[in-house]
């Protein structure tokens, strides 16, 4: 049988924390996963005491042993059809990672869980767990066997209430927008063929929060509809992916762009691609008198989660003046001159630092091209450090007026009005070039609105006699 991978890799992947000991036991973060521990087979489904028994094969022993608390039997409950199931609704992946939220809720899920032990090497267990609704257990099935990635989530776990599955009507949905939804500047999102609007919503609180409130289906018939929804939050019902809906011109050519859900203790910035044509899209809205929202981001963490993005730009001779954000510790970034030239290319450089696939006619773009090649290098990352000496003769920075910390304060109505004036939070930089061309490109780079990564870039910078002028290259970049 073919195996559902449990707690999606995703949250696995792009983490890394320290196992956390406490006790005698590990605590695991879910951060700290790196792969598989258990095989999981359905054995026993007693729908009338809302019980389910699984064996469970501990194969990787980095997991410590076999848990048999309430909060691992949550987790064992997840499997591959997770986000279809009623306690999907109930309960998001960024719940399930949460050690507070666990700690506070996994009791009201399942009661108890029982272990019985059959072989210590190697450990083989036959668990019981005991919900508190059949609802839990409804998209389990006798037989099935998925690789668990369930871990024990938190270090206690409080006594709770029994939460057992309401079905949630529309009609009794609250719609005001303050209440469930974070405005947010869209310079956090790639802008595709369409300029997203300055401002757009995205959920407050994680996805158990909120029901698919409207559905929406389109044809090739009726395409051209989809660019209603640019900009809007939306989820893929057939892929089940969530986030910002970014149209392309084009029905094969999507993307759905989400950041910063679930991951409060890391940074994360990511997007679903999708060539698929969008058949069927869901409309969320905040679950009426849910008690169990919980908050998974403020301002503060959410732009430190982005990348640097020129914001605008002021040319005089050789000098640049240039407003950027997307940045909120400058110390953590370790500038050099190389980061300063690789963020003067953003529109030429992909995020990987690579150089990008379409020639550029700009004067600077093409002289790293060359270089690139001379060095038999496809990696700016390497060839920056090497000729940034030659082409930045001197750089510094001023902070932003407004500290991160201050957009928690400010109400919803304020932050719309304050970010559809493209009021960001910006570092202003003053840098000069050795040669007044090399600065022509930043309308290119402004008109992409493209974070850059900066962070791979080498500190070892090269030293230059002479700085690097446009006349003593040109001859050979045109070769």
């Not at 007693?46 to 469970?56: L, W």
């Not at 809720?105 to 019985?116: D, I, L, P, Q, R």
């Not at 029905?251 to 759905?256: D, G, T």
Request: aromatic residues 14%; negative net charge; charged residues 25%.
């Amino acid at each position: 049988m073919k195996k559902a991978f449990s707690i999606s890799l995703i949250f696995y992947l792009h983490f890394l924390l320290p196992v956390i000991l406490s006790g005698g036991s590990i605590y695991l973060s879910p951060e700290s996963k790196m792969g598989g521990y258990y095989d999981i087979k359905i054995i026993e489904i007693n729908r009338a005491e809302a019980s389910v028994k699984m064996r469970i094969r501990m194969f990787n022993y980095d997991a410590g042993k076999i848990y048999d608390s309430v909060g691992f039997g949550l987790q064992l409950l997840e499997n591959g059809k997770w986000k279809g199931s009623l306690i999907g609704e109930e309960i998001s992946f960024e719940d399930l990672l949460d050690p507070e939220w666990c700690q506070k809720y996994a009791n009201g899920f399942v009661k108890s869980v029982e272990k019985v032990e059959q072989s210590s090497d190697p450990p083989i267990a036959i668990l019981t767990i005991y919900c508190t609704d059949s609802a839990w257990t409804s998209h389990l099935l006798v037989g099935e066997e998925w690789e668990s990635y369930a871990y024990e989530v938190a270090q206690k776990y409080d006594a709770c209430e029994p939460i057992l599955y309401q079905k949630v009507e529309g009609s009794n949905a609250d719609s005001d927008e303050s209440i469930g939804w974070m405005p947010v500047p869209s310079f956090l999102y790639a802008q595709g063929t369409h300029r997203l609007p300055n401002v757009v919503l995205i959920p407050k609180f994680t996805e158990s929060s909120y029901y698919i409130k409207d559905t929406l289906r389109f044809t090739q018939e009726n395409q051209h509809e989809l660019l209603k929804l640019h900009g809007k939050y939306i989820k893929d019902l057939k892929t089940k992916h969530a986030g910002i809906f970014t149209w392309n011109d084009s029905a094969e050519r999507y993307e759905i762009q989400f950041i910063g859900r679930g991951t409060r203790n890391g940074d994360y910035y990511g997007k679903y691609g999708s060539f698929e044509f969008p058949e069927e899209v869901g409309l969320f809205a905040l679950k009426p008198n849910f008690k169990r929202h919980h908050p998974f981001l403020t301002y503060f963490e959410l732009f430190k989660m982005t990348n640097p993005v020129i914001k605008s730009a002021q040319r005089t001779r050789n000098s640049v003046a240039l407003e950027v954000t997307g940045i909120y510790d400058i110390d953590k970034l370790e500038l050099n001159k190389a980061k300063i030239l690789k963020l003067l290319n953003s529109n030429f450089i992909d995020t990987y630092g690579y150089v990008g696939e379409t020639d550029s006619e700009f004067p600077l773009s093409r002289l790293l091209k060359y270089f690139a090649q001379k060095d038999s290098q496809n990696d700016l990352d390497i060839v920056l450090p090497k000729v940034a000496n030659g082409i930045i003769l001197d750089y510094s920075y001023e902070y932003p007026s407004k500290l991160l910390e201050d957009y928690d304060s400010m109400d919803f109505k304020s932050l719309v009005a304050y970010f559809e004036k493209e009021q960001w939070p910006c570092f202003k930089f003053n840098i000069e070039l050795s040669d007044e061309v090399f600065g022509v490109q930043l309308e290119k780079a402004i008109q992409t609105v493209r974070p850059i990564v900066l962070n791979f870039v080498s500190s070892d910078i090269e030293h230059w006699e002479q700085p690097i002028l446009w006349k003593d290259y040109q001859h050979l970049v045109d070769q």
